[in-house]
Nanobody, 125 residues
Framework: VQLQASGGGSVQAGESMRLACLVR????????LAWFRQAPGREKEFVAG????????YYSDSVKGRFTISRDDLTKTLYLQMNSLKPEDTALYYC???????????????????WGQGTQVTVSS
């Protein structure tokens, strides 16, 4: 399976942005999905996850209440709606897919097998 992230760019603090991740090659159904991010000089960190049925969404504390993860299995697309963006949200954002990771294990990057190439989000103050 191949993942292609898009939608990044540069915005001012307080603005919104939506990222998309197109999954190519296989049906999206059956995959748990997630977003991670990595800022320069820092480790990759979990942002948000959604289970294969879309019934459970979970977030890092730093984005809870501001970001919303969603999925459209018909178009094989994962989304991340980001509102009230802050300069500390600046990072390269990655989408990830796998069968196994769930709420308890999905926050660890090493538990995900498939990754997109990353899309840059820059938030200026």
């Amino acid at each position: 399976v191949q993942l292609q992230a898009s939608g990044g760019g540069s915005v001012q603090a307080g603005e919104s942005m939506r990222l998309a991740c197109l999954v190519r090659g296989r049906t999206l159904a059956g995959y748990n999905l997630a977003w991670f991010r990595q800022a320069p000089g820092r480790e990759k960190e979990f942002v948000a996850g959604i289970t294969r049925r879309g019934n459970i969404r979970y977030y890092s504390d730093s984005v809870k209440g501001r970001f919303t993860i969603s999925r459209d299995d018909l178009t094989k697309t994962l989304y991340l709606q980001m509102n009230s963006l802050k300069p500390e949200d600046t990072a390269l954002y990655y989408c990830a897919a796998d069968y196994s990771p769930h709420v308890s294990s999905g926050r660890t990057p090493g538990n995900w097998a498939y990754w997109g190439q990353g899309t840059q989000v820059t938030v200026s103050s």
